[in-house]
């Protein structure tokens, strides 16, 4: 598990193994989502990067805005 601290300026360094894992970048951005006490730190992708990412995903059930209550 890797473990960063926050600073006192409120800034957190991301581990080089997560960095070389995820092949982030200095000066790329990040959208933060909060669920509950989680934070999640989502590395913003540009669309030439994301082209076919769902490539073979199974579109089978998935739910329509009637299904939703």
Do not use: H, W
């Amino acid at each position: 598990m890797n473990v960063t601290t926050l600073s006192s300026k409120f800034q957190i360094s991301i581990p080089k193994e997560i960095r070389d894992e995820l092949n982030l970048k200095a000066g790329q951005k990040f959208i933060f989502v909060i669920k509950g006490s989680i934070i999640y730190l989502v590395p913003q992708r540009n669309l030439l990067e994301m082209k076919g990412l769902l490539k073979g995903a199974n579109t089978e059930n998935i739910r329509d805005r009637r299904d939703r209550t």
